[in-house]
């Protein structure tokens, strides 16, 4: 049987065009960068290139464009650098962000570099936005807010303009990791209150190993690896030439398919989830599905039995991919830390599917069936 691949917020296939556009980097144009030589300037001319076609894409400025290993690097430089260079004493989070958010910010709250809050959740899994100003408000420090604009498991999205106001307001830093939605979403950063957001260029058929950090021209920052003058003297090392060139090609496909595709892959989430509701006894969904949410995400909450308990081992087994993300699951996975805070019912196993281009409703037939199967 084929694979049948439904774990696209995990990671996505690479799109043939941008191992094209790679290619010659990865051969003949092997220069460095650093170096004065043409062979090197060439590398750099295609560096130069690719911020300006990811600037222009996000409306920013290239000036504000910086490449990273990924979005985990972009969350822990903006984090440190709002604690160590921009004042921050109190961050304002939540319990749904990225491990690469959480866990940086506790690390600064455990270290006594800084006060932690969490901001509260509505029952669908939003942000309380009355919560956050009541945090703001409260707070005699000056504070780094850090919300992700699309939760990787329930597919959430955050209003980004609202909580950018409310920073602007209290005179907060405001970061977002926008793994999710970078590759997925138009952006428009010039009119964004927003002082950092993040890539990750294997969400959206990209390389892996290579990410964007927006940094607003208004932030100064120092760098958070230190060494020679690459990225403007804001990220040492050689730079990541290849999975560069990679990116702002994967990000100008996404970009140029937009309209079509989010259409699409939005039609094979609504068919799954009419497909299961048809199907399957006491399912249910995470998060607010239909409404400010990812159109590639789909997270699934089935009744626990004896025989779904081992739901992902079977989709394995059947070759199909997906992602657990059940509160309490056996064995050495502690379960997820998402479902945990927003519906820890004990009695559900949950199961995230994420669709991309190339899915088809025939592959969603085909799952149904299985999970009838299994469940």
């Keep these: ?49 690719a911020r300006k076609t990811t600037a222009k ?33 109190h961050i304002i989070s939540s319990k749904i962000e990225h491990h690469a958010t959480l866990h940086t910010v506790e690390y600064f709250y455990h270290t006594d570099q800084v006060a932690l809050s969490y901001v509260k959740l509505l029952p669908d899994g939003h942000v309380d936005m009355e919560d956050l100003e009541k945090l703001l408000a409260e707070s005699g420090e000056k504070c780094l807010v850090t919300l992700m604009h699309a939760n990787n498991e329930i597919g959430n999205m955050l209003d980004i303009k609202a909580v950018g106001e409310l920073c602007k307001l209290y005179n907060a830093i405001f970061h977002s990791d926008t793994v999710q939605t970078v590759g997925h979403f ?20 990209g390389p892996k190993g290579v990410g964007l950090l927006y940094i607003n021209e208004n932030v100064k920052i120092k760098p958070f690896i230190n060494g020679g003058s690459q990225e403007r003297n804001m990220r040492a090392g050689t730079e990541n030439l290849y999975g560069i060139v990679g990116f702002a090609k994967a990000l100008q496909i996404a970009t140029e398919n937009y309209e079509q595709e989010s259409e699409y892959i939005k039609s094979l989430k609504v068919y799954m989830m009419e497909q299961l509701k048809k199907n399957i ?5 995470n998060g607010d599905v239909l409404g400010q949410s990812l159109y590639a995400v789909l997270s699934v909450s089935f009744p626990k039995t004896e025989k779904s308990e081992m739901i992902l081992f079977n989709l394995d087994i059947n070759n199909i991919c997906a992602s657990g993300g059940s509160a309490c699951t056996s064995g050495a996975d502690a379960g997820s830390h998402v479902i945990q805070a927003i519906n820890n019912n004990p009695n559900q196993v949950t199961v995230r599917f994420s669709f991309a281009k190339h899915n088809t409703k025939e592959e969603i037939d085909i799952v149904v069936e299985k999970l009838k199967e299994m469940i």
């Design 186 to 205: 138009p952006f428009d950063l010039r009119n964004t209150p927003v002082h950092f957001i993040t890539g990750a260029g294997h969400k959206f058929h």
């Design 57 to 89: 894409i996000l409306n920013a400025h290239p000036a504000e464009i910086f490449f990273t290993s990924g979005g985990t690097e972009s969350s822990n430089t903006a984090i440190t650098a709002a604690v160590r260079d921009l004042g921050c004493k």
């Design 281 to 285: 006894k006491g399912v249910a969904f």
């Design 1 to 49: 049987m084929e694979r049948i691949y439904f774990d696209n917020a995990a990671t996505t296939s690479l799109d043939p065009q941008v191992l094209e556009a790679m290619m010659p980097y990865l051969t003949t144009h092997f220069g460095n960068p650093s170096s004065i030589y043409s062979y090197g300037r060439e590398g750099r001319l295609a560096i130069e290139n």
